[in-house]
């Protein structure tokens, strides 16, 4: 991806500019933190999919481990994949923290979700907070989809979150200025955070956006820097994700519009889907 080149700093800042997806530290130093990831309100919609269909659970791009370790201490064995080795470090991370018993229900796997194979099949396959959305290319859509029909078992599901566009997020210009995030974080050695958002380019064709997340952090020394990371986001409608299902031989068991299992409605955010092997019964 392109790196822009013309982003201003608060003025005194350092600007660390970072690649594009995950690899960048500072959106894995900064994940859990964030306000974006601290409002999701989806943790017990996940454990009450585990508690439905069962264990052991695999979760595709499980990135720092907010879901994965709330279902192992929720009792449930879980296996997580990601690309993002960062992500996957800020998850092992947190693993000498917890119970032995809660650790060995975690296991975790550097990988791509469109190109894995662990020979083994799973209950229920959740990719909770858009992973998805990073997968840019039909092909690489469709890639993830076949990996997940081979590791599904013949009753299980697979649960999906993507949000539902809101196409002002299409083309309108107001979202080309930097929106700051409510909410200062403090970390626990004293660093200060705040988080901005702007859209950098619109690309309707491929239904994709540029995107940046802009982490402002002020050091107790004094010292700021401002970190932007990058990345580009497809965006999807319902009957598009209906017929991709379809076209990978699944079938839309349920499709909710908020983690409360609510319906899809013209102004929901989330589009939650519950997929299971077409011509499965229930
Ligand atoms: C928004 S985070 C979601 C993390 C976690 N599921 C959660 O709910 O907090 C998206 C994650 O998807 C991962 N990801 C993106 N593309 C991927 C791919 N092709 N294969 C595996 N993981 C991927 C990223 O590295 C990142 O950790």
């Given at each position: 991806m392109e790196i822009p080149s013309d982003f201003s700093a608060a003025s005194g800042s350092q600007v660390r500019r970072e690649f594009g997806d995950?690899?960048?530290a500072g959106i894995a130093e900064y994940y859990d933190a964030s306000y974006v990831v601290r409002q999701r309100s989806d943790l017990d919609f996940y454990t009450g999919c585990t508690a439905r269909y069962g264990d052991p659970v695999l979760e595709l791009?499980?990135?720092?481990?907010?879901?994965l370790l709330r279902l192992a201490q929720a009792g449930y064995r879980v296996t997580g994949i990601d690309l993002s080795e960062r992500m996957l470090s800020r998850c092992r991370e947190k693993?000498?923290?917890?119970?032995g018993e809660v650790r060995d229900r975690v296991r975790l796997v550097a990988g791509d979700m469109t190109a894995f194979d662990l020979k083994e099949t799973f209950p229920l396959v959740i990719v909770p907070f858009r992973p998805f959305q990073h997968l840019l290319r039909t092909e690489d859509q469709l890639a993830c989809l076949a990996r997940v029909k081979r590791h599904l078992a013949p009753a299980g599901r697979l649960v999906f979150d993507l949000f539902q566009t809101d196409?002002?997020?299409?083309?309108?210009?107001?979202?080309l200025e930097e929106h700051p995030v409510p909410g200062e974080v403090t970390l626990p050695d004293g660093r200060k955070v705040r988080m901005a958002e702007r859209t950098r380019e619109y690309h309707r064709a491929i239904q994709c956006n540029d995107v940046e997340l802009v982490y402002d952090v002020s050091f107790p020394d004094g010292r700021s820097e401002r970190v932007v990371n990058p990345f580009r986001i497809r965006y999807f409608f319902r009957y598009e994700v209906e017929h991709l299902l379809a076209r990978a031989?699944?079938?839309?068991a349920e499709l909710f519009g908020d983690f409360s299992r609510g319906p899809l409605r013209d102004d929901s955010a989330e589009m939650i889907f519950v997929a299971a092997h077409a011509g499965s019964g229930g």
């Open positions: 995950y690899e960048g791009g499980c990135g720092t481990g907010r879901v693993l000498p923290d917890l119970p196409p002002r997020r299409m083309h309108d210009p107001c979202f031989g699944f079938r839309v």
